[in-house]
Nanobody, 124 residues
Framework: QVQLVESGGGLVQAGGSLRLSCAAS????????MGWFRQAPGKEREFVAA????????SYADSVKGRFTISRDSARNMVYLQMNSLKPEDTAIYYC?????????????????WGQGTQVTVSS
């Protein structure tokens, strides 16, 4: 059984930064891609970023490219999302997700494991 637990969300002013963390327990996901998604009120869940087991391979949504950075510490089963230059439109619940097959994916249907989410609110 895999559990993903997000932390690090909160309230921040526009232009500020937050670092989200995702702790994975149970079956190790160190050899598989991990991703971050977000869901704003009244909107569908959308892809934010993904990272392969090889830390050098990453993928980002155009809306966050250049502002967000995904990273992982496979030895500790941790995944991070560093968010800089935050905008009010980044306000959402952020979810950590894990795949069980190789290859990056931007569709939430490609991920098997999900955390409960952490709220990020950016004030203007």
């Amino acid at each position: 059984q895999v559990q993903l637990v997000e932390s690090g969300g909160g309230l921040v002013q526009a232009g500020g930064s937050l670092r989200l963390s995702c702790a994975a327990s149970g079956r190790g996901l160190a050899n598989y891609p991990m991703g971050w998604f977000r869901q704003a009120p009244g909107k569908e869940r959308e892809f934010v970023a993904a990272i392969a087991w090889s830390k050098h391979i990453t993928s980002y949504a155009d809306s966050v490219k250049g502002r967000f950075t995904i990273s992982r510490d496979s030895a500790r089963n941790m995944v991070y999302l560093q968010m800089n230059s935050l905008k009010p439109e980044d306000t959402a619940i952020y979810y950590c997700a894990g795949r069980t097959v190789s290859g990056l994916a931007q569709s939430d249907g490609e991920y098997r494991y999900w955390g409960q989410g952490t709220q990020v609110t950016v004030s203007s």
